[in-house]
């Protein structure tokens, strides 16, 4: 079945390099739908329903975390933090605000793939 | 890290580049290319700086997006150094911050000049890939 995708990152770059990585990674992507901030993903988030968002913390307008906790409050979608936010700290506060999986940038498609895996139950 | 070029250092110094780098390396290609600039915050304030000459640019920028150099936009060689820059703080962030938990890292910046940065106290890497230079530049306030 193929995977509705939203990524929610500021760099045009980093979400070109997911969408390829989850390829890489054997991840059945359908539709991939892209976000700059958090706003952004919440504006999506009222129009699409989507399997799986992707997120980074550092943005701007509004960061990954705070996009986290105010999506958690309408939507019960798998969210895997991507970021290079790695401390313990920040770790706990994302599964603390409803993250089901964190990655440390930089990764690799098998750091990926095995973390979407434990989400997803595939 | 998905670039998969060889980095070669080149120098480490507590100098500045172009004093220290080896006559061999022509570090001014660095001042033509794109840079980024993060500042830190906590126990210990001070500025980060990411800087590339243009081959080193579309070299990073080429690998991270598996295009040519021909292919590649000022936005995609732009972008993709703020992201290089994004991930070598992330990285610094735990030896930089420590136990710090008043430690922050801005978002990365374009520079536009030449940083005017205090020399007093810092350190710089410069890289040679196998197209174009990189340098990571850490500075105390």
Redesign the interface.
Known sequence: MSLKVLLVD?????R??VT?TLRQAGIDLGEVLEAANGIEALEVLTNQVVDLILCDW???EMDGLTFLKEARKQYQTPVVML?????Q?KISEAMAAGANAYV???FTPEKIGTSLSQVLGS | ??VTEEFTQVTSTEETLEAAAPKSVDVSAISSGSGFELSFSGKVNGRVVVRCSPEGGQNI?GS???MDAEELSH??VS??M??CA??I???L??RL?GAD?DFQ?S?PTPLTTAPDLPRESGGALLYQLSRGLVSIEVWRD
Do not use: Q, Y
């Open positions: 500021d760099s045009a770059v980093m070109k390099m390829r550092n943005m701007p970021t290079t936010e790695s401390s700290e440390s940038k930089p | 890290m998905m920028a991270m997006l598996m936005d995609d972008d993709a703020g992201e994004n991930m703080c992330g990285a962030k735990v911050g938990d890292l978002i």
